[in-house]
């Protein structure tokens, strides 16, 4: 893998993503981090799963290098996939209280939360809206 990464366009970045993908996913759901139990969930989701992977999902799919600038494009799905994991939470949030799993939701009334899963949907819809369409068109 590591010989065929070096010579892709996408190369070594992609590379290190990855296995700071690998190292991040166990820190959100293991110890000694396990980030989704101390409330830093939904953030870590928001800031690391979201944007970055689909970024760079971007650049493999297109066999181009990871530019900052094409990071707008991936916000709507960053924002859509945490408004699905905000929602379970919220709908989860007793249970979750019940094993131990501290989540944002949990210490948010029912009417906040549903605003809050409201401003992650729009936003995704908005920052979609938003994205010039010769910005992806120059990806394709």
Known sequence: LFKHLQH???GLPVLAVLVVGMLSSV???SEPLHLKRRGLGDLFHLAVFGPVFTWLALA???HV???LSDLAICLPHALMAEAVLYSNNARDAVHDASVGIFTIAQVLPHSINTLVYGALVGGALASAAAVPATQVGGLL
């Open 65 to 67: 290098p990871p530019s």
């Open 8 to 10: 892709t366009p996408v």
């Open 60 to 62: 493999c799919a297109l």
């Open 27 to 29: 820190g959100y759901s």
